[in-house]
């Protein structure tokens, strides 16, 4: 089974339901609901999503959210090495960003899958986006 990091763009598509991007966000996260793939995502982005979500919703309804949405994925923990890592890496102008690859890579994560490609030009593993993903298990 694939084991695939979700970036925080993909997840905020998915739970706020921003257009035009939320329908492939939904087929993504159906494929881990119907156990094809496995989705991870670093527990900054659980805390950044639930950040932008209390903007857009009650705190209490995006407290459900996250709770419904919490059995689909596994949270990577950032630790010591992974913030390091980050912290070093210059190709990375977006500290968070760098915080999002480096937990894909210590924790054996077969791909990465965000919008945002031009922030993982020196990836060592794969990036694709929720719609290339798609097509490529078609």
């Known amino acids: 089974m694939s084991k695939l990091l979700v970036d925080t763009n993909v997840v905020l598509d998915l739970l706020a339901k921003r257009e035009p991007f939320y329908d ?8 881990a609901d119907k156990k ?5 995502i670093s527990s900054l982005t659980f805390a ?3 950040f932008v979500l209390t903007r857009l ?13 919490r059995v689909l994925v596994e949270v990577l923990s ?12 210059l190709n990375f102008k977006d500290f968070e960003d760098g915080l999002q690859y480096y937990s894909a890579l210590e924790n054996g994560q077969d791909m ?7 922030d993982f030009k020196e990836s060592r593993i794969p990036v694709m986006t929720p719609e290339e993903y798609l097509i490529s298990i078609e």
């Open 112 to 118: 990465i899958i965000t919008r945002d490609l031009s």
């Open 24 to 31: 492939s966000a939904a087929k993504l996260f159906s494929l």
């Open 48 to 50: 950044n999503t639930n």
């Open 36 to 40: 094809k793939i496995a989705l991870s």
């Open 57 to 69: 919703k009650t705190a209490d309804r995006s407290r459900e959210i996250l709770r419904r949405f």
């Open 78 to 89: 950032l630790d010591d090495k992974v913030i390091d890592l980050a912290l070093n890496d």
